[in-house]
């Protein structure tokens, strides 16, 4: 079957929202193949410890290419400890040039709770704007109503809570089953 015929992996919403010295990224729940939820209770937030030094990361994409990507990542974290932006450079760098890795669909929101990053397939390591990061499917919706929030009284975790309950209102491959992991500067 190609890849023009399969009817694909949908269904993630990541959010990543920094304030008052905490990053928070949630994630929902949800994994469906074309029209049809296969789950619901997907954990696709997680938290690294390499060496001691907590990063939390979600992912979005195919879940086997998330995971080989989690382990480079934490070899790379394991290699260069505490500094999370060389290691996200260095993954990126691989992810782009490894023509194994090059096939690999996914992108990934990592923090330490100082940085927050969005890394991407093309050789990408983001810093987002306003404080806000987001990907997948529901990951505008979310960008947006957080964007929205972030003026207003609330944690980290409210805004990102409250972003994804909009973003699952809208997008038909987002749920509100969160995985939410906090980790403070």
């Known amino acids: 079957m190609s890849s023009n015929e399969f009817p694909g992996w949908h269904g993630t919403t990541i959010i990543g929202v920094r304030k008052d010295g905490?990053?928070?990224?949630?994630?929902?729940?949800?994994?469906?193949?074309?029209?049809?939820?296969i789950k619901g209770t997907a954990r696709k937030v997680r938290r690294l410890s390499p060496g001691g030094y907590d990063v939390v990361v979600g992912f979005a994409g195919s879940t086997a290419d998330a995971f080989t990507l989690l382990e480079r990542l934490e070899a790379k974290l394991e290699a260069t400890p505490g500094q999370l932006a060389r290691a996200s450079v260095e993954l990126?760098?691989?992810?782009?040039?490894?023509?194994?890795?090059q096939k690999l669909e996914a992108m990934l929101i990592v923090t330490d709770g100082t940085e927050l990053l969005i890394i991407t397939g093309a050789g990408d390591v983001l810093e987002p704007e306003h404080d806000v990061a987001a990907i997948?499917?529901?990951g505008n919706f979310?960008?947006?109503?957080?964007?929205g929030l972030m003026d207003a009284d609330g944690t980290a975790e409210q805004i990102a809570r409250r972003a994804m309950a909009i973003a699952?209102?809208?997008?038909?491959?987002?749920?509100?089953?969160?995985?939410?992991?906090?980790?403070?500067?």
């Open 168 to 185: 699952s209102d809208i997008c038909v491959y987002t749920n509100g089953n969160l995985t939410v992991e906090t980790i403070k500067a």
């Open 136 to 138: 997948g499917s529901g």
């Open 22 to 37: 905490e990053v928070v990224i949630a994630g929902d729940g949800q994994v469906s193949l074309g029209q049809t939820v």
């Open 92 to 101: 990126a760098k691989d992810w782009r040039t490894d023509k194994y890795l």
């Open 142 to 147: 979310a960008l947006a109503a957080a964007r």
